[in-house]
Structure formats: structure tokens, C-alpha cells
């Protein structure tokens, strides 16, 4: 089946890895053709390197792949996409995130990820928002009916832009949802049989609401394991890597789809100066992505010469969604899967205009989000902290008024613990500086 899918960033090889060679494992896309696109030519021609020895394990040498370089080609790459799937990082790893770290950590701001809100996410996502304009309008002009897939952090200040932008049907994508409930059992050395459960929220907090073994309830057994766990760790003065999701868990109610290192940075308890020894105790790894980035950089050092060397790569499925929902469109087959999609009613204590993580059916048709109903108070009052700075940052993004870019910050959860109001500005105004070649002027 001869569909057109595009990759935006496609210099993010591993990912490319993962879900191109997903997509291939049907036999009915052997015949599509893969468009890559990057401004980064190096990292471009790795990742055709990585598409043509999937093509030839997986496909028969049968795809089509072509590359495009840089903005003047950006529309030629996206002319009659099927699919598009955005995985961009404006920036990079160096000069843009090591500034959404350094300048803040001038400031007394420590983080861990930084790239979904706090700080870090919001400059992340001011200063994606200009390329999602540009590529609203360019789908808009050469593939209106195309479903755009967004992996782009942050997810709900990235997918919000767009979906205020252009009117093709997009959504987006994690992939924590998905290993939530299985992780949480291995954590606490627990089984089930018949495994089912029940997630909503919003991208990277969303909510355990419900996890079963067939009919019996988990959770009560859940609680007590978790706060056992935790307590023997802080006891030895051995912290385990998720002692704060299994804390908020404690006084919350409810286990979140991300990771303990995320979810130190979404709220205002756990990274403050004052309370070093919540660091420690609770094992918080601050400034953890940058360490990432390194090993991620030097890990493909070493793949790429085993590709070249050998022009084949082996791929047995990720857990990434994007190629069931490709299938699902291309074959009518309904699948569901959880996304990030607008709320409109879907959620009924959220608001509106929130981007929320639901489960969706995705068919020939496109995405359908289903009804979810009330979140427990609790978890959607702390929804709402994050709720908050998304929606500034994107009005910010599409309006460029800096009062939102400080208002964002001035209500970010960890921010606002940790700096006074002042510092809070003065700290916007040198990360706006520092990203300037990214951002356009905004109006004071």
C-alpha cells in the first residue's frame, strides 16, 4: 500500500528506529514511501541509513526513501503525506537545553528533566512554537488530510500549538501510559494474571485510576506494598529511583504514568534549596536529561558502525503507538490507544481548552477521544497546577506577549517555590536572550 509518511526531526534516530521499523513489520506498508527531514545533514544521512537498513531486513528493499534538508525543503517533504510524525527538537541538546539548565541553576532552580513544564518546559516550547507555525501552514497548503503524530516535548504546549494553528487531524503521543501498570507491579515484586486498568490525565500526569487482576481490585494491596517500600528506603538511607511517585501516591491516592524524576519537577514539594536532605533521601537525580543526552550521543556512536559494518538492523516491535495507528487508518481496523487530543467534555473537571491524555479510537476515520467523566478531585486539582502554565505558555507562543511568558513562569508549581516573583522575571528575560535566535520579538 503505497502511503507517504514524513518524519519532522528525523535526525532522532533511535526513534526513528523504533517506529519506522514498527510501521514495517506490516507487510501492507512495504511499498510506502518514508520522507526524512532534518536540518541537521549528518544526523539526517544517519537516520536514512538507519531507514534503508530496515527497508532491507524488514521489507525487501521495497520503500521508498528520500531526504530532505533544511526549511527551502521542507514542503516538498511534507507534499502528500499520509502521515506525519514530529519528533523535532528545536535547539538540540547543545546550546538550547544546556541553557534551559545553567541559567536557572544561576538562579538557585534546580530541575531533572525539564522539558514538559517548569521552567525548562516553557522556554522548550516557546521556542518550538515557530517551526509548528510555519509547518501548520505549509500541512494546511500541501496535505490537509494527513494525521500528524506528535512525540515532541513539551506534549501539551507542542500539541495545543498545533491544534490552534492548523486544522489537521493530529494527536499526540507517549509511550508512559502504556508501561504504567506493569511497572508499578514489577516495582513492588507484585503479579497479575489478567492485567487491566484505567489511565487519565494529562501528559505525564496522568492517573492510575483503576488496576485490576481480572475483577480484584489492586490497589489496597498496592498502597500498603508502596508505603512499605518506601519507608524500609528512607529507614537504610537507601532510596529506590521511585520513591516520590509512590510518596505522592501516598497522600494523593493514586500512582502517575511518569517517572519519580519527572514528577519532582511538576510539583512544589521535593527540589527546593532549603530542603536539600528531600534530595537525598528520596533519591532525585537533578539535572538528569543532560546526562541523558550524552548517553544517548555516544550510545549511537557505536550503532552507527555496527549498521555500516553490517546494513542490516534487527526489529521486533517497540512500544511506541504509532504504527498501530497507522494500521488502524489504513486498514479500518479500529485500535485504542491513549493521546493527547484537546479535552472538550472528555474530562469534566478539566478545562476545556486542556490538552488532556485519554483513551482514543483511532479508525479510517481519525481520532475518537472517549467520554472519561470526573477525575478524583484531588487529581484533577493537581492537573490543574500544570494545566495552568501549559495553556500560558501557548497563549504566549501564538501571541508573543512576554506578560505570558511571565505569568506561565510566576504559576509554574516549582518555580514559584522555589524564586520570588522578581526573580522569576529577570530569570525569563535571560532565557529569552539566551534562545533568541529561535523566538521572535514579543511585545512587553
Not at 509511550?175 to 514489577?186: D, G, K, M
Not at 522555589?418 to 525569563?428: A, F, G, N, W
Request: charged letters at 20%; a negative charge; aromatic letters at 6%.
Amino acid at each position: 500500500m503505497n502511503k507517504k509518511i514524513t518524519f519532522l526531526g528525523a535526525g532522532s534516530t533511535i526513534f526513528l528506529k523504533n517506529v519506522l521499523g514498527d510501521i514495517l513489520l506490516s507487510p501492507n506498508m512495504h511499498n510506502c514511501t518514508v520522507a526524512l527531514y532534518d536540518i541537521d545533514k549528518t544526523r539526517l544521512q544517519d537516520s536514512y541509513l538507519i531507514a534503508q537498513a530496515l527497508s532491507s531486513t524488514l521489507a525487501g528493499n521495497k520503500v521508498t526513501i528520500l531526504r530532505y534538508n533544511g526549511p527551502k525543503e521542507r514542503k516538498e517533504a511534507l507534499k502528500g503525506a499520509d502521515f506525519i510524525i514530529n519528533t523535532v527538537q528545536i535547539g538540540g541538546y547543545n546550546p538550547s537545553t544546556i541553557a534551559d539548565f545553567e541559567i536557572p541553576k544561576k538562579y538557585g532552580l534546580r530541575q531533572t528533566i525539564g522539558d514538559t513544564i517548569g521552567i525548562g518546559g516553557i522556554f522548550r516550547g516557546l521556542r518550538t512554537a515557530p517551526f509548528l507555525l510555519e509547518i501548520g501552514r505549509e500541512i494546511d497548503e500541501v496535505c490537509p488530510t494527513a494525521l500528524l503524530l506528535n512525540y515532541t516535548n513539551p506534549m501539551a504546549i507542542v500539541t495545543g500549538i498545533l491544534q490552534r494553528v492548523s486544522t489537521v487531524q493530529s494527536i499526540g503521543l507517549c509511550h508512559s501510559v502504556q508501561v504504567c501498570a506493569p511497572h508499578l507491579l514489577e516495582e513492588l515484586g507484585m503479579e497479575a494474571s489478567d492485567l487491566n486498568w484505567e489511565i487519565a490525565g494529562i501528559n505525564h500526569m496522568a492517573w492510575l485510576l483503576k488496576v485490576r487482576d481480572g475483577e480484584t481490585d489492586l490497589y489496597p494491596e498496592i498502597r500498603q506494598r508502596a508505603d512499605k517500600k518506601n519507608q524500609e528506603s528512607i529507614r537504610t538511607s537507601t532510596p529506590h529511583d521511585d520513591m516520590v511517585r509512590l510518596e505522592m501516591m501516598k497522600h494523593f491516592g493514586y500512582y502517575t504514568t511518569e517517572s519519580s524524576e519527572h514528577n519532582a519537577e511538576y510539583t512544589p514539594y521535593w527540589i527546593h534549596p532549603s530542603r536539600p536532605e528531600l534530595i537525598s533521601s528520596y533519591g532525585i537525580p537533578l539535572d538528569e536529561y543532560p546526562r541523558r543526552c550524552e548517553t544517548q550521543i555516544r550510545d549511537w556512536a557505536e550503532q552507527r558502525e555496527k549498521i555500516l559494518t553490517h546494513k542490516t538492523l534487527e526489529h521486533t516491535g517497540s512500544k511506541e503507538y504509532a504504527g498501530s495507528i497507522i494500521q488502524a487508518r489504513v486498514t479500518g481496523k479500529h485500535v485504542v490507544i491513549h493521546g493527547n487530543i484537546r479535552n472538550d467534555g472528555f474530562i469534566t473537571n478539566l478545562p476545556q481548552e486542556a490538552i488532556v491524555e485519554i483513551p482514543c479510537l483511532i479508525d479510517q476515520y481519525g481520532i475518537h477521544g472517549i467520554h472519561v467523566g470526573s477525575l478524583p478531585l484531588q487529581c484533577a486539582a493537581l492537573n490543574r497546577t500544570n494545566i495552568n502554565t501549559q495553556l500560558l505558555t501557548i497563549e504566549a507562543a501564538i501571541t508573543n506577549r512576554m506578560e505570558y511568558v511571565y505569568q506561565a513562569a510566576l504559576l509554574d508549581p516549582h518555580t514559584s517555590a522555589v524564586l520570588p516573583i522578581d526573580s522569576i522575571i529577570r530569570l525569563c528575560d535571560e532565557l529569552m536572550e539566551a534562545h533568541a535566535q529561535w523566538l521572535p520579538e514579543y511585545t512587553r
